[in-house]
């Protein structure tokens, strides 16, 4: 298991785990937020990339 599967194994277990989520919207910011106390936790920084592809029309 690389150490982003193993983060987000700990993220589901110690922040997610037994909750239910309304929306999709509503789990993003739990994960979110449970991604930045576990950085804060950790004494690390916990940094966003923007993965949605860039859409170009073409005219």
């Known amino acids: ?4 599967e ?14 239910m989520f309304e929306t999709e919207k509503e789990l993003a910011c739990h994960v979110i ?13 916990v940094d966003f990339v923007n993965v949605r592809p860039h859409l170009h029309s073409f005219t």
Request: proline residues 0%.
């Open 33 to 45: 937020w449970g991604l930045e106390h576990r950085g804060e936790k950790g004494q690390y920084s």
């Open 6 to 19: 193993l983060e987000w194994q700990h993220l589901k277990r110690d922040q997610l785990a037994g909750q």
């Open 1 to 4: 298991m690389n150490n982003i």
